[in-house]
């Protein structure tokens, strides 16, 4: 039996003074706020950084992590396969670097971008220096004529992409330009192997130009997706070719232990079983994340909800496919729609360091709407190192991120929070299996008696899941013997994860206790618990049952934890 972190319960105070009850309204609650008052100094929401050639240094990423980074985002789609396990290597050296200053294992969550060939226009007529312009109500042919691959001009453009004919007039096609923007096209008139365009948006283009059709639905089985049915690890004769096909980047993905994938412009389940029969057996623990880039995406949410893991949303991509006026509108949709599955949401968001003040609203408006994970683009060729040769990119890199951390933590402080806890469908259907029901308790009593952790040990993270659909009023402390969980739990809001790596216990209350001791000294660590305050306890009474069957209340005490054998 471990004490004593119990305390007399005539010692808890049965209100703070600080405290007020939760008003009726969100109109009273925001007319009732303090402005003067600090929010909690733990972030619930994650904050998830590109890794790139740019800063790879081991030193730079771990100033990253120390500012509030705590998702690592790689895109493979131009590196080689011996620069991305440079980067992997610099990145581990980086959280082990760091892990080792905290005295425990910070668990850095992993994801990568895997994307397959794109659609891309042909070779120009005069060489691959050579540009064009498009003029603004001008027309143009699009044509996958092989005759025109390598002799493109201004009144013709080859398109490496059997579906073009596909498309139907007023349709849109976006191609990639060398000025600022995209170029957008209207279709005209379909042909046999060809379309015609009106130039909407003109731009400079030249050879090998990106191209963005997403009115055509994906075809999992087109000629340039590698056959993977014998699909291994990578091979060391391609260890020297950059990642062209979407299964070498999931191979690799699955070889460095990778904790999610991003499969972009996901439009329906077959994309997403795709990819997963790519990661077959192997790779069946690496979550995986669909990208909304289109409206077809869109109107398929719930289908890309039920087979994905979570979902990803670019704002700016979206944009190109749907009327910038309806985007706050999409953006509410799917965040509602994720918060009411129970499955995490990451959202870009943009930090322009030239104009700071641009970006608070938006970002918290994301967390006041329920986003997992904040996506940050952040800009290292900045405009201002021509004005100052001093200009430290990274620094500057380090500042945005705690920025963005300040952000978040103080929208999390002003939720109203009878709108973001309970989910009415969990809460008052049946519960047939015993972690749900479980977890609904143990968030009910954690909003009656106002504690301010939860605390849960667990091997998979499905408890500590489903604890965060449930919307509790306070954080969660995940307790895990399992690294890769531990990362992966990053993804979901208001989750702390800890890696719980002590010697094995002779019995198995002792086992509980222990990592519970742990928990606690974690939370005193990080300011979340003080004396008097109440926390939940989330646990099993016996080995190898595979859910929690415990619930327990208990205060804590001023004095640190010690086993009573």
């Known amino acids: 039996m471990a004490l004593p972190w119990h305390i007399p319960l005539e010692a808890v105070s049965s209100l703070k003074e600080n405290e007020r009850p939760v008003e009726s309204s969100q109109l009273l609650h925001y007319c009732n706020l303090n402005i003067h008052k600090n929010p909690c100094e733990e972030l619930q929401t994650g904050l998830m950084c ?73 070779d120009l007529k005069g060489g691959p220096r050579t540009m064009i312009e498009l003029v603004q109500n001008g027309t143009i042919r699009l044509t996958t004529d092989p005759s ?24 849109i096609v976006y191609i990639d330009s060398l000025t600022s923007g995209k170029i957008k096209l209207s279709v005209l008139e379909v042909g046999d192997d060809s379309i015609e365009c009106n130039i909407l948006t003109g731009g400079t283009i030249g050879a090998k130009m990106t191209v963005r059709i997403s009115k055509v639905p994906n075809d999992v089985d087109i000629s340039n997706k590698k056959n993977h049915e014998n699909f291994d690890l990578i091979s060391s004769d391609s260890s020297q070719q950059p990642f062209e096909y979407m299964e070498d980047q999931i191979a690799w993905a699955v070889a460095f232990d990778i904790d999610a994938v991003l499969v972009p412009n996901a439009q329906n389940s077959q994309d997403i079983r795709y990819v997963r029969n790519i990661l ?24 890309l909800l039920s087979e994905a893991d979570g979902i990803y949303i670019d704002k ?45 609203t938006d970002i918290a408006n994301l967390v006041l709407d329920g986003a997992d994970v904040l996506s940050l683009e952040l800009h290292y060729d900045s405009p201002l190192k021509k004005f100052s040769p001093s200009f430290d990119a990274f620094r500057m890199a380090e500042h945005c991120i705690a920025a963005a951390a300040v952000i978040c933590r103080q929208a999390e402080s002003i939720l109203w929070q009878p709108k973001t806890y309970g989910n009415l469908k969990l809460m008052q259907n049946t519960l047939e299996e015993p972690s749900k029901a479980v977890c609904v ?125």
């Not at 999409?330 to 322009?352: D, E, F, M, S, T």
């Open 441 to 565: 308790s143990a968030v009910e009593l954690a909003m009656r008696s106002r504690a301010v952790v939860i605390i849960c040990l667990t091997n998979s993270g499905r408890t500590a899941k489903i604890l965060s659909h449930g919307k509790p009023t306070c954080p969660i402390v995940a307790v895990t013997r399992s690294c890769h969980t531990a990362r992966q739990l990053r993804f979901w809001r208001g989750i702390r994860a800890m890696h719980y790596f002590e010697d094995p216990k002779n019995t198995w209350i002792l086992e509980v206790e222990s990592r519970i001791h742990s928990a606690l000294d974690y939370c005193k660590a990080k300011r979340m618990l003080t004396a008097g305050d109440a926390y939940v306890v989330v646990t099993s009474l016996r080995r190898g049952v595979g859910y929690c069957d415990s619930v327990r209340l208990l205060y804590a005490s001023a004095r640190d934890t010690i086993f009573v054998e």
């Open 148 to 171: 025109w691959r390598e002799c493109g001009t201004v009144d013709c453009l080859f398109i490496g992409y059997d579906h073009l004919t596909e498309l139907h007039p007023s349709d």
């Open 316 to 360: 700016c991509v979206l944009s190109t496919d749907l009327p910038v006026e309806k985007i706050f509108i999409a953006q509410k949709v799917i965040l509602a729609k994720c918060n009411y599955a129970g499955k995490p949401c990451i959202c870009k968001a943009v930090i322009n360091e030239q104009i700071p003040t641009l970006c608070v």
């Open 50 to 122: 590109e890794i790139g050639m740019n800063n790879k240094e081991p030193s730079v990423i771990q100033r990253h992590i120390a500012s509030g980074m705590t998702v690592a985002r790689l895109n493979l789609r131009d590196l080689e396969p011996d620069a991305s396990a440079q980067l992997i290597q610099s990145i581990r050296q980086a959280v082990f670097n760091y892990s080792t200053e905290l005295d425990y294992v910070y668990p850095l969550a992993l994801i990568v971008d895997v994307r397959g060939p794109d659609i891309v226009t042909g």
């Open 280 to 303: 077959s057996e192997k790779g069946k623990h690496i979550l995986v994340f669909a990208c909304i880039d289109s409206v077809l995406g869109l109107d398929n949410i719930d289908v």
